[in-house]
């Protein structure tokens, strides 16, 4: 297929999305006709001119069957591999698929016009009106319906579609809207072959202006179920995460079907609508309807173990540096709750022009500053975003946690309780974590059997997730989950003896530091595990220990590949420096006096300024050297990782900086010595000239330098245990 386009392939689920994209697909080449019985297959040619004729489709046949085959998976392409004819491998595919074909129900009854299809009838008849829709070209389909009037609302394809249906799924604004004029109003809600309406293809494709014109020409359209998944438009937006066509659709669909007791649209739909970050409208269905948290939608999922599967959307799941924490904790917002339109009918929906997007939960922006700052400052107004989504997310808990203090075992399996709250612990979603285990403290001690019956104080070491690890730390708990094996008895030391994983490991720059970081999480555990575990061998006769050096065997190489790499591009620049402030202690700016040799410029200030400078960046540089020297001549065993090597390359950058710090202060005091008599003003460019290096030299490597010295002196990740664990 064409570079561009890009057609999933066809599975046991995805039909009726994999059908609409190859026939756009096979339209837009000028092959459709093979398929839909425009263009026959000619007969057996007699004399030249039949000859082309039948090599021409032949040629089409053959690119059109490549096309359906090259877009089907393995499952699909059993079915038609030994088809040479397009129109009957896609006929085949239609009938392998007929499970995802049921007919659908016509709410008003009028079943004439949206469920009844002729199999006898010809679908070529109206091949024009189909072809100039997919050209937009309404001069040529209108002149096609002064002709046939009741084109307008008939099945132009052979896989049910209308003229809308076409015009709807290609986004024509503009046919759209003279179509939905000519048609009756029931004929909104025909249905093609797979049971799915044009507005029901307009909530797939995300045109809002098409939605509209659709729903104020027949409301009752929001109603309509797709015949395949039973969705109604509402929730098929959702799905596609498209929030301004949802929001519409929301705003106007009748809230009593989302009512649980209706059905699982209402579950459906609060599941995608979280999937999407989409967190307002979510608390708002839930304020409707409560029951919904802990309600499964056709797939099993409920929002308590969709929102443990989104950790950007909490606090503890986005990484700030200083200032962007620092604008995150200043930002105010705060949740204004819309008065609801009592007035309106439970069971009709007003439509207005320009409809007000009623019961959303807003948000009030506080101060001039702060709106000013959103605009002009990169990042401020994501920052805003962020903090918005998560006070929204907290809030969404407080609904959903209270209810599920009052469900038994069974009722939180089935409402995906036990999935959440490993989910919440794999990513380190502290919030969720804390707030189900406040509403339901006996799943603190949940076991996950796909995991080898872990429990969750593993879960959170295996993870390498702090935050929860702490958590439980404090706990009375823990002395028993600390003592829990797996299946392959490795105890919760072994387990922190295995790799992290790479979304962990990420968090932390340079292999060294990396290492440094692992073996931390090693030490933390060994000291809360009772003495007996320590040597306790699993199923593979390995201790914690040796599960330790063999996992972290890669690693310890990079991480010495690391530190040799920085340290000698470190020590190349310090060497020069060292060379370069010796050889100007000998040449003195001004020269020497010839009769006594003192230099000549000795008794003025910034003469002591060149020569204090120059010692220090002199002494700094060679104490560089020696530090970068004897990391590369290091052993790099394990241990070496957590404080030795971590502590030479702290103090070989901070003797670099300086060292660089020096050579711009002596060689500013050079000029300013040199120039001063001539040009008294000299000094304020060569200090701002000076302290470029030096500033680029600290934007580069500073974070690196401040990460280093944080992760080796600073207070860790761990909290401080007052008393360690001891066997009883």
């Given at each position: ?55 021409t489709w032949m040629s089409k046949n053959a690119m059109a069957l490549q096309v359906i085959k090259l877009s089907c998976g ?280 320009e409809p007000n997007v009623q019961n959303f939960i807003k948000v009030k922006e506080h101060g001039r500053v702060w709106k ?85 104080l593993q879960e959170a070491v295996l993870s390498r997730q702090h935050n929860i690890y702490n958590f439980i730390s404090q ?254």
């Amino acid at each position: 297929m064409e570079t561009g386009t890009a057609v999933e392939q066809l599975n046991a689920s995805n039909y009726e999305n994999w059908k609409l994209r190859v026939q756009e697909y096979l339209v837009r080449q000028d092959l459709w006709g093979i398929l839909d019985g425009s263009e026959t297959q000619p007969q057996i040619p007699s004399q030249q001119a039949d000859d082309d004729q039948f090599k021409t489709w032949m040629s089409k046949n053959a690119m059109a069957l490549q096309v359906i085959k090259l877009s089907c998976g393995t499952e699909m392409l059993s079915h038609i591999t030994y088809e040479d004819s397009a129109k009957a491998a896609w006929e085949k595919l239609a009938t392998a698929n007929s499970n995802f074909l049921q007919p659908a129900n016509n709410s008003n009854g009028n079943q004439a016009i949206t469920e009844q299809i002729d199999e006898d009838y010809d679908y070529t008849l109206h091949v024009a009106l189909y072809k100039a829709i997919n050209k937009n070209d309404w001069e040529s389909a209108r002149e096609h319906l002064k002709y046939y009037p009741n084109a307008v609302s008939a099945k132009i394809t052979s896989t049910g579609e209308t003229a809308l249906h076409i015009a709807a799924n290609s986004g024509r604004v503009h046919l759209v809207e003279k179509l939905v004029e000519l048609m009756p109003k029931e004929a909104l809600e025909i249905k093609n072959h797979s049971g799915v309406t044009a507005l029901s293809l307009t909530a797939a494709q995300g045109c809002t202006k098409i939605a509209k014109l659709m729903v104020e020409k027949n409301s009752n359209l929001l109603r309509i179920q797709s015949s395949s998944h039973n969705r109604i438009p509402l929730v098929v937006s959702a799905i596609n995460g498209n929030k301004d066509l949802m929001q519409y659709l929301y705003s106007v669909t009748p809230k009593e079907l989302l009512d649980p007791k209706n059905g699982e649209n209402g579950a459906a739909f609060l599941t995608y609508v979280a999937e999407a970050n989409i967190y307002d409208v979510a608390l708002d269905v839930l304020q409707r309807y409560p029951q919904l948290a802990t309600a499964r939608d056709s797939e099993g999922m409920t929002i308590i173990h969709a929102l443990a599967t989104k950790p950007s959307a909490f606090p503890s799941g986005n990484r700030y540096g200083f200032l962007q924490q620092l604008i995150y904790t200043s930002i105010p917002v705060e949740l204004d709750y819309l008065f609801r339109d009592s007035e309106r009918s439970q069971h009709s929906i007003q439509i207005d022009s320009e409809p007000n997007v009623q019961n959303f939960i807003k948000v009030k922006e506080h101060g001039r500053v702060w709106k000013a700052l959103a605009r002009l400052v990169p990042g401020v107004k994501q920052i805003h975003k962020n903090k918005v989504m998560h006070v929204q997310v907290m809030e969404l808990l407080k609904v959903i946690c209270p209810r599920m203090s009052n469900l038994n075992v069974q009722q939180l399996s089935d409402a995906g309780a036990y999935h959440a709250i490993f989910y919440t612990t794999r990513f380190g979603i502290i919030e969720y974590f804390k707030e189900i285990i406040n509403s339901c403290p006996h799943l603190m001690h949940s076991i996950n059997g796909d995991k080898g019956g872990i429990g969750l104080l593993q879960e959170a070491v295996l993870s390498r997730q702090h935050n929860i690890y702490n958590f439980i730390s404090q706990t009375g708990a823990k002395n028993d989950m600390v003592l829990r094996a797996s299946d392959t008895m490795n105890n919760t030391l072994h387990l922190a003896g295995f790799l992290a994983p790479p979304s962990q490991l990420e968090k932390v720059s340079g292999a060294a530091l990396q290492m440094q970081r692992e073996i931390q999480w090693f030490q933390d555990v060994e000291q809360m595990v009772p003495p007996r575990l320590k040597e306790l061998i699993n199923d593979n006769d390995k201790t914690p220990r040796d599960v330790f050096r063999e996992e972290h065997k890669a690693l310890v190489k990079e991480g010495e590949a690391w530190m040799k790499e920085t340290s000698q591009a470190c020590m190349i620049v310090s060497t020069l420096i060292a060379t370069v402030m010796f050889a100007a202690a000998f040449t003195v700016p001004g020269g020497n006096n010839g009769d006594t040799g003192t230099p000549i410029f000795s008794k003025t200030r910034m003469f002591y300024v060149f020569i204090i400078a120059d010692a220090i960046s002199l002494f700094s540089s060679c104490t560089s050297v020696l530090m970068f020297l004897a990391i590369l001549t290091a052993r790099y065993s394990e241990m070496d990782f957590l404080k030795s090597l971590p502590q030479k390359l702290i103090l070989g950058l901070a003797s670099l900086f300086i060292s660089m710090a020096s050579m711009m202060t002596a060689f500013g005091a050079t000029l300013v010595i040199v120039l001063s008599g001539s040009i008294s003003w000299a000094y304020i460019p060569v200090a701002l000239l000076a302290s470029i290096p030096v500033l680029l030299f600290g934007m580069l490597q500073f974070p690196l330098f401040v990460d280093i010295v944080l992760s080796t002196y600073g207070p860790g990740i761990f909290l401080k245990k007052k008393h360690k664990n001891k066997e009883d």
